[in-house]
Nanobody, 115 residues
Framework: QVQLVESGGGLVQPGGSLRLSCAAS????????MGWYRQAPGKQRELVAT???????NYPDSVKGRFTISRDNAKNTVYLQMNSLKPEDTAVYYC?????????WGQGTQVTVSS
């Protein structure tokens, strides 16, 4: 069973930055895709960023230009750098990884943007 462990969440003021980390118990070099999703109270889980094995990234318009997904294969870790944070970015952020047809999720880390 693959484990994904997120860290780096917390409370930040509007305009601030946070970097989330997702450490995998399996080599991410062979993962077909890695990603970050978020879920705010009363809302559906939504895509935040994806990174393919080939290095292609995808972001929704709501975070494009502010968030950056990256990976360190040597550390089996995926990162989400979040800049210019807004109150509407408040949510639980989940890491996702896919190997072949198998999808795995982390337990989530809370990000709260508030003054």
């Amino acid at each position: 069973q693959v484990q994904l462990v997120e860290s780096g969440g917390g409370l930040v003021q509007p305009g601030g930055s946070l970097r989330l980390s997702c450490a995998a118990s399996r080599s991410i070099f062979s993962a077909s895709a890695m990603g970050w999703y978020r879920q705010a109270p009363g809302k559906q889980r939504e895509l935040v960023a994806t990174l393919s094995r080939g290095g292609s990234t995808n972001y929704p318009d709501s975070v494009k230009g502010r968030f950056t997904i990256s990976r360190d294969n040597a550390k089996n870790t995926v990162y989400l750098q979040m800049n210019s944070l807004k109150p509407e970015d408040t949510a639980v952020y989940y890491c996702n990884a896919r190997w072949s047809l198998d999808d795995y999720w982390g337990q989530g880390t809370q990000v709260t943007v508030s003054s």
